[in-house]
């Protein structure tokens, strides 16, 4: 309890500071006293009338003032031994109420706590990385590719086994906890780096506003809803840009809901690079292969979860009970909808849907890598004198075209990976279309390992690529039979005969 002495020199400071406000952060320091001394002898001056709440100034915190009682009580210094006032028995006023709150949003956002469960979020993210790079490394997969998140079918099955966000695992083998591991997941350093950063400069800021144990919730359901927005619209996505996007929109929910407890100026300054984030957001959903379903939903989520938050923080009798509500009913609405969306006749959908995929995924494609073999992987197999190799035109339309199609393989072959085949005889036929594709990226690959040194052809390559070529079509022969995936149509042999190869042009000089 404070003495007397003390809470004279509290007056005569306040007295001093006249007509600023008296900041006891700044007396505290200036006296060499202990901070919470000072609280102490504040909240006894204020409980019996002699000082009253002013300004609150960032950097300094709460402001008081003298009343005039304080004023008298500083003529006659015996009234301060009166007993502090006890604190009323009946319901807190509104402007106690928010009083209280506004003290405990100020100390949050200025003096908040060591961010524990953000730390332990960064650990768990980076431990989740290692773990893929040793089942990576244990596989084979170079681990440059690794690091650089390069699409490959191998990489692909590491992610989904460690939890990716697949929706077909989700909807058909009812794994849903992929809602929450995906969230750990990341393809590639620049991914996993960016993600990290924004985790770390939003994290302690969320932590210490809504507490640890909130924060820890937030950050889990705004990746969940994030995840069910990625299943309803039937994609695919892992990282942890979902739970940061709910993030983001969060801290505008909080700044919000809590700007009459803030100055003007921080609020407005705070909303304002919240908008400018937003804004940044929204630019880099639209960028190719980046889940904007999953930026979407984790920032609708952020939003919704954000509400009931405050209301169980600082709600008072049924406005707790509708906030403890809403943080269970977010996260249900979230996993119903996605359920609700593919529960209707699912097994019929999943198999048109799978039919479709692999008809516009993988038909389309093999034309295209035909009409490229046939314009330049068959007269170069077919010059056993290597004078295509003289063409520098030529040769580099050939590197051009092997570039595209492998390009276009690289992620073939990872939704391929994504598939789930549901039974044996499916699992046969979706093998056997990977071997078959997988092989036309390795001949592709090899054509242009040669193409960069066409000087080195010579009869060996020539044969080694010739054998490549007539695997695929020996890969290719099962596919015409199939009975559960798309059935692909014979190849018809061409009437007329591939176009010689290129002959360098003849020296006019």
Same mark, same amino acid.
């Given at each position: 309890?404070?003495?007397t002495?003390?809470?004279?020199r509290?007056?005569?400071?306040?007295?001093?500071?006249?007509?600023a406000?008296?900041?006891?952060?700044?007396?505290?320091?200036?006296?060499?006293?202990?901070?919470?001394d000072?609280?102490?002898?504040?909240d006894?001056?204020r409980?019996?009338?002699?000082?009253?709440?002013?300004?609150?100034?960032?950097g300094?915190?709460?402001?008081?003032?003298?009343?005039?009682?304080?004023?008298?009580?500083?003529?006659?210094?015996?009234?301060?031994?009166?007993?502090?006032?006890a604190?009323?028995?009946?319901?807190?006023t509104?402007?106690?109420?928010?009083?209280?709150?506004?003290?405990?949003?100020?100390?949050a956002?200025?003096?908040?706590?060591?961010?524990?469960?953000?730390?332990?979020?960064?650990?768990?993210?980076?431990?989740?990385?290692?773990?893929g790079?040793?089942i990576?490394?244990?596989?084979?997969?170079p681990?440059?590719?690794?690091?650089?998140?390069?699409?490959s079918l191998?990489?692909?099955?590491?992610?989904?086994?460690?939890?990716s966000?697949?929706?077909?695992? !989700?909807?058909v *083998?009812?794994?849903?906890?992929?809602? #929450? @591991?995906?969230?750990?997941?990341?393809?590639?350093?620049? &991914? $996993? +780096?960016?993600?990290?950063?924004?985790?770390?400069?939003?994290?302690?800021?969320?932590e210490?506003v809504?507490?640890s144990?909130?924060f820890?919730?937030?950050?889990?359901?705004?990746?969940?809803?994030?995840g069910a927005?990625?299943?309803v619209?039937?994609?695919?996505?892992?990282?942890?840009?979902?739970?940061?996007?709910g993030?983001?929109?969060?801290?505008?929910?909080?700044?919000?809901l809590?700007?009459?407890?803030?100055?003007?100026?921080?609020?407005s300054?705070?909303?304002?690079? !919240?908008g400018? *984030?937003?804004?940044l957001?929204?630019g #880099? @959903?639209?960028m190719?292969?980046?889940?904007?379903?999953g &930026? $979407? +939903?984790?920032?609708?989520?952020?939003?919704?979860?954000?509400?009931p938050?405050?209301?169980q923080?600082f709600?008072?009798?049924?406005?707790?009970?509708l906030?403890?509500?809403?943080?269970?009913?977010?996260?249900?609405?979230?996993?119903?909808?996605?359920?609700?969306?593919?529960?209707?006749h699912?097994?019929?959908?999943?198999?048109?849907?799978?039919?479709?995929?692999?008809d516009?995924q993988?038909?389309?494609?093999?034309s295209y890598?035909?009409?490229?073999?046939?314009?330049?992987? !068959?007269?170069?197999?077919?010059d056993?004198?290597?004078?295509?190799?003289?063409?520098a035109k030529?040769?580099?339309?050939?590197?051009k075209?092997?570039q595209?199609?492998?390009?276009?393989?690289?992620?073939?072959?990872?939704?391929?990976?994504?598939?789930?085949?549901?039974?044996?005889?499916?699992?046969?036929?979706?093998?056997?279309?990977?071997?078959?594709?997988?092989?036309?990226?390795e001949?592709?690959?090899?054509?242009?390992?040669?193409?960069?040194?066409?000087?080195?052809w010579?009869?060996?390559?020539?044969?080694?690529?010739?054998?490549?070529?007539?695997?695929?079509?020996?890969?290719?022969?099962?596919?015409?039979?199939?009975?559960?995936?798309?059935?692909?149509?014979?190849l018809?042999?061409?009437?007329?005969?591939?176009?010689?190869?290129?002959?360098?042009?003849?020296?006019?000089?």
């Amino acid at each position: 309890m404070a003495d007397t002495d003390l809470l004279t020199r509290v007056l005569h400071a306040c007295s001093q500071a006249a007509p600023a406000p008296f900041f006891p952060g700044e007396f505290a320091a200036s006296a060499g006293l202990p901070r919470p001394d000072i609280d102490a002898a504040v909240d006894r001056l204020r409980l019996n009338g002699y000082l009253q709440i002013v300004d609150w100034v960032q950097g300094k915190g709460q402001g008081y003032a003298l009343t005039p009682a304080g004023t008298e009580a500083l003529q006659q210094p015996t009234e301060l031994r009166k007993p502090a006032a006890a604190p009323p028995t009946e319901q807190p006023t509104l402007d106690d109420r928010v009083w209280q709150r506004g003290e405990t949003v100020r100390a949050a956002l200025l003096e908040p706590g060591r961010p524990i469960v953000t730390m332990t979020l960064l650990f768990a993210n980076l431990a989740m990385f290692a773990v893929g790079l040793a089942i990576a490394w244990m596989r084979g997969i170079p681990i440059q590719d690794y690091f650089s998140g390069t699409a490959s079918l191998e990489l692909s099955r590491v992610y989904r086994s460690l939890g990716s966000l697949v929706t077909v695992d !989700v909807v058909v *083998n009812q794994e849903w906890w992929r809602l #929450i @591991s995906y969230q750990f997941m990341h393809i590639g350093l620049a &991914h $996993l +780096g960016m993600n990290m950063l924004a985790l770390f400069m939003l994290g302690p800021v969320l932590e210490g506003v809504w507490g640890s144990k909130r924060f820890l919730a937030l950050y889990l359901i705004s990746g969940l809803t994030g995840g069910a927005a990625v299943v309803v619209m039937d994609r695919q996505a892992l990282g942890a840009s979902g739970s940061i996007s709910g993030l983001l929109t969060s801290l505008g929910a909080w700044l919000w809901l809590n700007r009459d407890c803030l100055p003007e100026q921080v609020t407005s300054h705070m909303l304002s690079r !919240v908008g400018i *984030n937003l804004f940044l957001l929204v630019g #880099i @959903s639209l960028m190719p292969n980046v889940s904007w379903e999953g &930026h $979407l +939903g984790g920032a609708v989520g952020g939003v919704l979860f954000s509400l009931p938050l405050h209301y169980q923080r600082f709600g008072r009798g049924w406005q707790r009970l509708l906030g403890w509500l809403g943080l269970i009913a977010v996260p249900i609405a979230a996993v119903l909808i996605a359920y609700l969306v593919h529960r209707p006749h699912r097994a019929e959908l999943m198999k048109d849907r799978l039919i479709h995929e692999y008809d516009r995924q993988y038909r389309g494609p093999e034309s295209y890598l035909l009409q490229r073999r046939n314009r330049f992987v !068959v007269p170069v197999l077919g010059d056993m004198e290597g004078n295509w190799t003289g063409n520098a035109k030529f040769v580099a339309d050939f590197q051009k075209a092997s570039q595209e199609c492998i390009a276009r393989l690289q992620p073939l072959l990872v939704n391929l990976a994504a598939q789930a085949p549901r039974d044996k005889k499916e699992a046969e036929e979706a093998d056997n279309l990977h071997r078959y594709f997988e092989t036309w990226h390795e001949l592709f690959q090899s054509l242009q390992r040669q193409l960069k040194e066409p000087e080195r052809w010579n009869p060996a390559r020539r044969r080694a690529l010739i054998e490549q070529d007539k695997a695929l079509f020996e890969l290719r022969r099962p596919l015409e039979a199939n009975t559960i995936l798309p059935r692909f149509s014979p190849l018809v042999p061409e009437k007329e005969q591939p176009a010689p190869a290129p002959k360098p042009p003849k020296d006019t000089a």
